[in-house]
Each structure stands twice: as structure tokens, then as C-alpha cells.
């Protein structure tokens, strides 16, 4: 059963998506909200920070607490960057279930796991994270839109050399130092944006020369920030409108406490390249990273970059593909979801 802050949480998160709490508006009380939902403080105050934490809503000192997840794209009071340390969740994947799932690939697979993978990665792995982020994340997408590569920072190198060094890539600032290190060695011009409150501030986007914008929406490192709602339609909307595109890092948001999908910029928009590492997920030795795209980008970046081969082992994506298949991934999610609720509780 869901903790109560959580099922608290959501219901908010929904009034406030749904319009019922229109931008700018106060929310009751801690102790009112507590009376009348029926809960202690301590779970109001758990379940508004999280939402504070999502961008949903703001605290305003001696005011309380405003929704500020509507439509508005034009919140950009800059804040204090935290600097906050990388997030660790202070275990990996269990290794005897890992141990014991490679045990079975290689009896299942035999000699084949010595083979050379397709380009893109091997289609089990493609389908079996095609199939993830459908249930996981409301990302619909055909296998042949996912692609496999050795780590985040690999396949920024293939999205520099996808659109070319004509373009300019606009970065959060501050942000992972890696992201423009990499750009740039694949002789990228990256401008960097400045962090607000809630994502990039509007006027730093809308005056940007950039064409291609590289965004960690979910607790942007270092500085912790999380876009609102609003930001993320307001991305959307600056990239329909400029014809620009998206890179939506997001490599923290599968720990989100709630078991309900964080909504994701792919999600709003059809200009979005999602990327994601199983690096944190399941440990730091497993290079192993992947991009989902809009159909039509696809089949672009297959034509354009089909001569690379796939800088994965096979072994590892077969392993991958099914712990995905299996269960044995979510359920792994699922007991670090617990730790950090519980960790929250105390």
C-alpha cells in the first residue's frame, strides 16, 4: 500500500494538471489541509515537499504555498544553485540476481553471445526498452526508434555529429560539465543558459541562438532543479515554434519516489530525443545508455549514422534485455522507491 504523503501527492498533482488549482493559487494550510484530508502535518509537509521539489508548487515566505504548475511560461525568479552532491541510492543491482540472469543468457544464447551486435543494438534489448518505456515512463515508441550505445557520454557524441557543427546547443548552467566537454570535442558551439527556479529562465530561451537545447528536467546536477509542468510545455512550445529540438537527459527520475511516471518532455512534444543510462540504475561499470526518437528523426539518424557499429557487447544487452523482460529491473526500482519513501519518513 502506498504511503499516505504519496497518495496525497498525487491527488494534488492531478488538481494542479487538471486546472482545479489555477496558477498562482494558494493551497490550504498544512494543518488545514491535514484536517481536512484527514492525515498528520508530517504527511502534508511530505507530500508538498515533493511537489515543491517537482515544480508543481513554490513556498513564498510567511505566505504558504502557491501552485505554479499551470501554463504560465514566464516564471524566471533566478535562485540560490544548490550544488548538491550526485544523487546515490547506496546499492546496486543485486549481484546474484545479475550473476544468475547472465548464467541464463549464456545457456539460452550459447555461442551467439559471442557475435557482433547490429549497429543500433540487438533488437531483444531495442524491443524489451521500447516496452519499458511504455509502461514505465507513457513513452510510446517503436524498437526501431530506441538506439544502444556505451553511456550518456557516447551518444552525446552521436547527436553532436547527427546535427552537425553548424548548430548551437543551448546547456544548463550550471550543469553536468561533461555535457559541453563533449559537445565541444565534436566541435559544437554550446551556449549556456541560466537556471531559474524552475528550469531555463523564458527570456534566456527565447533570446537564445540556440537550435538544439540539452535539458536534465528531473533534478538537474549540480543544481537539484526540477522544471514545472509549465516549463516543460513551455520547452515544448519554444521548440515547435523555433523548429529546434530537444535533448531530454534524464537520468535521475526512475528514483522519483512515487511509483507514477514523472511526465516527460517526449512526451509533450514530437522534436524530442529522450536519453537515458543504465549506469545508475544498475551499476557504474555498465556502460550502457540509449535514445529514444520521434519516428521521422529515426530514420534520419539510421541512414545518416548505420556505418557505426554498436559499441555495446552483446553478452550485456541480452543480460539487459531481460532483466527488463523479467521483472527483475522494476522490482529493483521499486525496493530503492521504498528506501528513499522511507527515508522521507523519518
Not at 261 to 267: I, L, R
Amino acid at each position: 500500500m502506498k504511503a499516505k504523503y504519496l497518495l496525497l501527492y498525487e491527488k494534488i498533482k492531478r488538481e494542479i494538471a487538471s486546472g482545479a488549482f489555477a496558477e498562482g493559487r494558494k493551497l490550504p494550510s498544512k494543518r488545514t489541509l491535514a484536517a481536512d484530508e484527514g492525515v498528520s502535518v508530517i504527511t502534508v509537509e511530505n507530500a508538498y515537499a515533493l511537489l515543491e521539489e517537482e515544480g508543481y508548487i513554490e513556498a513564498r515566505e510567511r505566505r504558504g504555498y502557491f501552485a505554479v504548475g499551470g501554463n504560465n511560461f514566464n516564471h524566471s525568479e533566478t535562485v540560490e544553485i544548490r550544488h548538491e552532491k550526485p544523487f546515490a541510492v547506496g546499492e546496486y543491482f543485486p549481484f546474484s540476481v545479475y550473476a544468475k540472469t547472465t548464467r541464463k543468457v549464456l545457456s539460452d544464447y550459447g555461442e551467439r553471445t559471442l557475435s557482433k551486435s547490429s549497429p543500433f543494438g540487438c533488437e531483444e534489448l531495442r524491443r524489451a526498452i521500447a516496452s519499458y518505456l511504455a509502461r514505465s515512463r507513457n513513452i510510446f515508441v517503436d524498437y526501431t526508434q530506441v538506439f544502444i550505445g556505451s553511456g550518456s557520454e557516447y551518444l552525446y557524441g552521436l547527436i553532436a555529429q547527427f546535427f552537425g557543427q553548424g548548430k548551437v546547443f543551448g546547456v544548463e548552467d550550471p550543469s553536468y560539465e561533461k555535457i559541453s566537454l563533449v559537445y565541444g570535442a565534436n566541435g559544437v558551439k554550446c551556449e549556456k543558459l541560466k537556471l531559474s527556479a524552475d528550469g531555463i529562465g523564458s527570456e534566456e530561451l527565447s533570446d537564445s541562438a540556440a537550435d538544439v537545447l540539452h535539458i536534465t528536467s528531473y533534478k538537474s546536477y549540480p543544481s537539484g532543479v526540477t522544471a514545472s509542468r509549465a516549463k516543460k510545455k513551455g520547452y515544448a512550445e519554444w521548440a515547435e515554434k523555433k523548429g529546434a529540438y530537444i535533448v531530454e537527459d534524464d537520468f535521475s527520475s526512475e528514483f522519483h519516489p512515487s511509483a507514477m511516471p514523472v511526465e516527460t518532455v517526449f512526451s509533450l512534444s514530437d522534436r524530442v530525443i529522450y536519453l537515458n543510462t543504465f549506469s545508475k540504475t544498475v551499476a557504474p561499470s555498465l556502460r550502457v545508455g540509449y535514445m529514444a526518437m520521434p519516428k521521422d528523426l529515426a530514420e534520419e539518424f539510421s541512414k545518416k549514422l548505420g556505418f557505426y557499429s554498436c559499441t555495446v557487447p552483446l553478452l550485456d544487452q541480452l543480460v539487459l534485455a531481460e532483466l527488463l523482460n523479467g521483472g527483475d529491473f522494476e522490482r529493483h526500482l521499486n525496493r530503492i522507491r521504498r528506501k528513499i519513501r522511507r527515508e522521507r519518513q523519518m
